[in-house]
Nanobody, 124 residues
Framework: QVQLVESGGGLVQAGGSLRLSCAASGRTFNRNYMGWFRQAPGKEREFVASIRWDGIGPYYADSVKGRFTISSVNAENTVDLQMNSLKPEDTANYYC?????????????????WGQGTSVTVSS
């Protein structure tokens, strides 16, 4: 099993920054790719960014390219999401996810383990 715990969400004004962190524990061979997804009220969960633990990638949704940065710190078993130039449309619950395969996917269905989520609200 893999356990994922997110932290770092909150309320920020448009144009501001937040840094989300995901602490991973459990079987390392079950968490080769790490991803961040988000889900706004009434919408489907959508891909934000992903990275392999050895740094391969990263991959980003078009909507966050140039504003968000995903990074992994193997020694600390954490995956961070630095979010800059935040917009009101970035408001959502953000989820950390782990995938056991060595290939990337943009689909939430391709991830096996999920954290409980952390809320991000961007005010205009």
């Amino acid at each position: 099993q893999v356990q994922l715990v997110e932290s770092g969400g909150g309320l920020v004004q448009a144009g501001g920054s937040l840094r989300l962190s995901c602490a991973a524990s459990g079987r390392t061979f079950n968490r080769n790719y790490m991803g961040w997804f988000r889900q706004a009220p009434g919408k489907e969960r959508e891909f934000v960014a992903s990275i392999r633990w050895d740094g391969i990638g990263p991959y980003y949704a078009d909507s966050v390219k140039g504003r968000f940065t995903i990074s992994s710190v193997n020694a600390e078993n954490t995956v961070d999401l630095q979010m800059n130039s935040l917009k009101p449309e970035d408001t959502a619950n953000y989820y950390c996810a782990a995938r056991s395969y060595y290939t990337n996917t943009y689909s939430a269905k391709g991830y096996d383990y999920w954290g409980q989520g952390t809320s991000v609200t961007v005010s205009s």
